[in-house]
Each structure stands twice: as structure tokens, then as C-alpha cells.
């Protein structure tokens, strides 16, 4: 069974700074794309940025120049730093990550329980 564990979240002042941490544990064959996601209140679930195993990287315009992915394949992790934060960027932030375990056939999407990001002054 794979776990993902997001770590970070909390209350932050406009402008400033968060990181966000995510790993995967479990029976792990390889991890494909990792990404964060985020949602608020009454709206999709949307994409935020998306890393694959090269480290390839893809953002939502709106976080653009502000975000930055990163990721390690040996630990199984991806972490998202997140600066100049803006009231916007409040909401539920979740990891997502398409796994391949022993006994599938084919990469599997898994989700973290999310984290809640609160840009307020």
C-alpha cells in the first residue's frame, strides 16, 4: 500500500514565503510525474506544478515565477517552495504522485490529504 504525507501548510502574510514537503512511502516500484494541486472552496481541484522524473517542470500561469517544484527520486519526494504568496494563493494543497507498485500493471494515480495555505494579513 502507498502513503503520500504532505508536511507544511499553516498561515502566511501576503509576500511571504512557505514550503510544502510530500513523500511517498509504501511498496514503491518507480514514481512517475509528482505535481501539487490545489482547491478552494466550491471549485475544481486544479494543477498548481507537475515535475516527471527528469525533473521536467510545468506551472499553472498564475504561480509562475513565484512557485518552484522540485523533487528527489532517490527519497521519494516532492516539495513545492512557494514565495511572494498572494491572498489568491489560500486553499487546500494536495501531492499527487502516479506510482507503480509490484502488483500493478500500470502506474496508479495516489493523493495526499492535503494541507491547508492561508495568505492573510
Known amino acids: 500500500q502507498v502513503q503520500l504525507v504532505e508536511s507544511g501548510g499553516g498561515l502566511v502574510q501576503p509576500g511571504g514565503s512557505m514550503r510544502l514537503s510530500c513523500k511517498a512511502s509504501?511498496?514503491?516500484?518507480?514514481?512517475?510525474?509528482m505535481a501539487w494541486h490545489r482547491q478552494t472552496s466550491g471549485e475544481e481541484r486544479k494543477l498548481v506544478a507537475l515535475i516527471d522524473r527528469a525533473g521536467r517542470t510545468t506551472y499553472a500561469d498564475s504561480v509562475k515565477g513565484r512557485f518552484t517544484i522540485t523533487r528527489d527520486n532517490g527519497e521519494n519526494t516532492v516539495d513545492l517552495e512557494m514565495n511572494d504568496l498572494k491572498f489568491e494563493d489560500t486553499a487546500f494543497y494536495f501531492c499527487?504522485?502516479?506510482?507503480?507498485?509490484?502488483?500493478?500493471?500500470?502506474?496508479?494515480?495516489?493523493w495526499g490529504q492535503g494541507t491547508q495555505i492561508i495568505v492573510s494579513s
Open positions: 499527487n504522485a502516479y506510482i507503480l507498485s509490484p502488483r500493478q500493471a500500470q502506474l496508479q494515480s495516489d
Open positions: 509504501g511498496n514503491i516500484l518507480t514514481i512517475a510525474n
